[in-house]
């Protein structure tokens, strides 16, 4: 046994009191979880603390919160280690607070029904059988069914959502976990609209391009979904193999950053825009479209020269790296890109 | 006021079932959970679902496995409808959209699972629960103008009109606090078992006997309530599961010794044996001092190929890390029996039937019964799934032509000041707290109704569950607010547990013999002559429950000397 300090947010919706921090000494063996330290506390203390909760294995997905500051499952988050993680000196204070990007109904609990489901309901979920349906079952490779069901694998827990950063400053976005359910059926060779989802998903400004691939989503799931991953894929096929490009560009802008990094072993801010709107080559800039971008876009320009993000003499002309460093960047595209063509084939 | 031809009370596979076959039969549906559906415990099923739907096997074969499973007290003409339906009910599951695991050609796999003499589970990785409850909500999302949900709506109680039928149920929008009578002309309970009665369990939390309770308090005859499934394989300290699928694969069980023990109980099916026999197997080799000092039992997944592990048995291979330190894929796992399925329940007949008209039952609520005494692994989800089905079928068409019923307000402002009265609740002296005994009565049960009984035992048992039921009353509720007060619900759930352990502890009582789950140490021997029928307990309004018994329907397969 070992003495640990929770530390709550709480906020109750009958009073109208803003949110406030209360804290629990329980005692539990280390391996035990966040949950049920959590439920000690309101077993022994304080039975008006609100938390979802169900399995306690990290199946059912209820109960999704922030410990210290980042979307975990509380049932499988192990008392030590969240100690350890926890930024208190002490070294056994835990500090779990509801998740992000959704609004608190109440202490741990969060309106999952006005983002995350409303987010799912937007992607179509359900299967949309390819016809004729066979009098037995469809006949499908074994490995797109594997591969299906690592998306199957989502608990619907919301810990993406919550640590999603582009949710933070897009809410429209359709974020990572619906979009790792659109895979789901993207990637389902019994659905029969590929293409309209892909298309679809393409085409929306807050769709799959809005991901700014932090990975925050990845590092966020408890079950290995890895959504940003999946929106990659989804990017991939509708870029590649649907050749959907897109109105607002993202496809293309992917195209010129990437292509702009592995060249210049940095981002070249100058050629960016006008590649990703006249074309992906240093002639690009010539196209009328990139011209009528670029005014459009003087005004964020001007703002970030202002603030020093962008240094104009390197803006313009890009960046030099030593040719060891650029070969070393080169090197990671030819990696991740050979690894990224081994999982298409798989 | 909600008002539906059909309302269903429990948004798992059984609930979902139900509402869509009630959906696509032509009712309004309503269907309303504690939970948000896709939290609900059928989730956690993890093997898979029994179909002879392979070549070469046959429905007769998926039946008297069954059959003999059950320790001959299953319902042979319920296992039959079941056992017939499930290949369709496979294709179905498939042509929603499941993943299901497939084998050479693109064609449906299976895996082996206990107590079955063919290959015939079918599974999604160790997922299979999951998969399926999330495509059923799949589904749900898409029928939603045909069925409303009712998601995180807590039930307090079933309804009956002046003619005895049920006729709705009320209910508290958890979020909001507020309470609603929900009018219905049939209403299927789909709720789920009652795990919680026991600790540990296998069980999540929510699994506290709502519905077998509220069917009880409403005069409903319970039946097999003394048949309480062991799982063979759960970890010691939290109850937590390790499926079946891992034996399944070939995993193997060592005592302390290192003997390979089930060749000893079970030389022909050894670890694939029924779960009660495994069970005991491995109760029995802790109990004569050959297990490992911590009361425990060693499953060797290693015997399974590591790539096979990290691809079929994902989830215990993150339960073995989470929750227990071990790698499986190179080390063998502690377990013991542990607390996992009620083959008991709300009576029903074979279309969902209860014993009061206009009320239904389906899943691990209802007992139709095609568990009897012990229930096959990977027999559950086809259950649910099957009889969620039929249930919402009949309820439909039994509701076509009939009037709305409609809930007197009196009935609803009482309901409401009984809540209220709970709420208030302050700490009186000498009075536990909800969660302590909630504790005594799940660590009661543990120790005198598990894999082995005895009379001195069961009175024991019943000793406490009726201390605990003077006692719970006077639980203090700290949550004083009406939004997401989940201290009330606590409350209504304790005394819902209380209710099923009564029935448990009596049923077991009563029956003076040993068959499937139950062991009787005071009677060990199967007795066919005296016992060879179901057990029923009901409440019609009495303070002291009324034993009864059903006959125990053998169409094809006379009882047998059961050995694996």
């Known amino acids: ?346 | 006021m909600p008002r539906t031809d059909v309302l269903i009370i429990g948004a798992g596979l059984a609930g979902q079932r139900a509402a869509l076959a009630a959906a696509s039969a032509g009712a309004s549906v309503a269907i309303l959970s504690k939970v948000h559906p896709v939290r609900s415990h059928s989730v956690a099923a993890a093997g898979g679902i029994n179909a002879a739907l392979n070549p070469g096997d046959t429905w007769e074969s998926h039946a008297y496995d069954t059959v003999k499973g059950s320790d001959y007290l299953g319902d042979q003409d319920a296992i039959e409808i079941m056992c017939r339906a499930a290949p369709d009910e496979i294709l179905w599951l498939e042509h929603a959209g499941v993943t299901f695991h497939r084998g050479d050609g693109g064609v449906l796999g299976t895996r082996a699972f206990g107590g079955a003499s063919a290959a015939r589970t079918f599974y999604v990785a160790d997922i299979t629960g999951q998969a399926i409850l999330h495509v059923l909500y799949e589904q749900l999302m898409r029928h939603h103008a045909q069925v409303d949900r009712y998601e995180e709506w807590f039930t307090t109680q079933l309804l009956r009109d002046d003619d005895g039928r049920c006729s709705g149920a009320i209910a508290r929008d958890i979020r909001s606090g507020h309470l609603d009578a929900f009018d219905a002309k049939a209403v299927i309970l789909a709720s789920g078992g009652a795990g919680q009665v026991f600790k540990p369990t296998t069980n999540a939390l929510i699994c506290t006997g709502d519905g077998i309770a509220q069917a009880y308090r409403i005069g409903a005859p319970l039946m097999d309530m003394e048949m309480v499934q062991y799982h063979p394989t759960t970890l010691a300290e939290n109850g937590f599961l390790i499926t079946e699928g891992a034996r399944g694969e070939g995993a193997q069980l060592f005592n302390a010794r290192g003997e390979r023990f089930m060749e000893r109980y079970a030389p022909n099916k050894l670890e694939l044996a029924s779960r009660d026999v495994v069970s005991r197997a491995e109760q029995t080799e802790i109990d004569e001092g050959r297990g490992f000092p911590d009361g425990t039992i060693a499953l060797d997944i290693t015997k399974v190929p590591r790539k096979r592990t990290l691809e079929a048995l994902r989830e215990i291979v993150n339960i073995g890390r989470d929750f227990a330190g071990v790698d499986i894929t190179r080390e063998p796992i502690h377990i013991k029996p542990g607390m996992h399925y009620m083959m008991g329940g709300v009576q029903t007949d074979v279309h969902g039937r209860t014993g009061v008209p206009g009320l239904y039952a389906a899943g691990e609520v209802a007992c139709v019964s095609v568990h009897g005494g012990n229930r096959l692994g990977a027999n559950s989800l086809l259950d649910t799934l099957i009889f969620g089905r039929r249930a919402g079928e009949h309820a439909a068409e039994h509701a076509l032509g009939r009037a709305h019923p409609h809930a007197p307000a009196a009935l609803l402002r009482d309901a409401q000041a009984e809540i209220d009265a709970v709420i208030a609740r302050e700490p009186a002296p000498g009075a536990r707290r909800l969660s302590q005994i909630k504790d005594e009565l799940g660590t009661t049960m543990n120790r005198y109704v598990a894999v082995y009984r005895d009379a001195a035992g069961l009175a024991s048992a019943l000793g406490v569950v009726r201390r605990l039921q003077e006692e719970a009353p006077r639980a203090a509720i700290d949550d004083k607010g009406a939004i997401f007060n989940q201290d009330v619900l606590a409350a209504f759930e304790l005394s819902y547990m209380l209710d099923v352990a009564e029935a448990i502890v009596i049923a077991a009582q009563q029956r003076r013999e040993s068959r499937g789950a139950q062991f009787r140490t005071d009677f060990p021997s199967r007795d066919d002559t005296r016992w060879l029928h179901h057990i029923t307990v009901s409440r019609n309004g009495q303070a002291e429950p009324a034993i009864g018994t059903a006959p125990v329907t053998i169409t094809h397969w006379e009882p047998q000397e059961r050995t694996y």
């Open chain 1, 1 to 346: 046994m070992a003495e640990y300090t929770l530390r709550l947010r709480r906020y109750d919706p009958n009073r109208h009191e803003p949110p406030y921090w209360q804290r629990f000494a329980v005692q539990l063996d280390p391996h035990r979880s966040v949950l049920e330290a959590i439920l000690t506390a309101r077993g022994e203390q304080d039975g008006s603390i609100g938390i979802r909760c169900s399995c306690r294995a990290a199946i059912c997905g209820s109960c999704g919160v922030r410990v210290n500051g980042r979307a975990a499952l509380a049932c499988n988050t192990h008392l030590d280690r969240a100690a350890a993680t926890g930024l208190h000196p002490d070294g056994r204070t835990i500090t779990v607070e509801p998740m992000g990007n959704m609004p608190v109904i109440k202490d741990l609990i969060v309106d999952m029904d006005a983002v995350h489901w409303k987010k799912i309901r937007r992607v179509t979920p359900w299967l949309l059988n390819k016809q004729p349906v066979p009098e037995r079952e469809y006949l499908v490779e074994h490995a797109a069914m594997v591969d299906v069901t690592q998306t199957m694998a989502c608990i619907q827990c919301g810990a993406c959502v919550s640590d999603c950063l582009s949710l933070e400053v897009d809410p429209e976005f359709v974020g990572p976990a619906a979009s790792a359910k659109a895979y789901r059926f993207v990637g389902d060779p019994r659905d029969a609209e590929q293409d309209e989802r892909l298309r679809d998903l393409a085409e929306d400004e807050h769709g799959i391009y809005d991901c700014t691939h932090c990975f925050a989503c990845i590092d966020a799931c408890p079950k290995g979904v890895a959504p940003m991953s999946q929106i990659m894929r989804l990017r991939r096929m509708a870029g590649v193999e649907h050749q959907i490009v897109d109105r607002n560009n993202g496809e293309r802008h992917e195209e010129a950053f990437t292509t702009l990094v592995h060249d210049y072993g940095l981002l070249h801010e100058a050629e960016l825009l006008p590649r990703s709107y006249g074309g992906n080559s240093w002639f690009g800039k010539f196209h009328p479209a990139a011209a009528l971008e670029l005014v459009e876009s003087l005004p964020a320009i001007a703002k970030a020269v202002a603030h020093g993000k962008v240094k104009p003499r390197q803006a313009l002309l890009g960046h030099r790296l030593p040719r060891r460093d650029l070969a070393a960047v080169q090197t990671i595209f030819d990696v991740v890109e050979g690894r990224a063509r081994e999982e298409m084939t798989r």
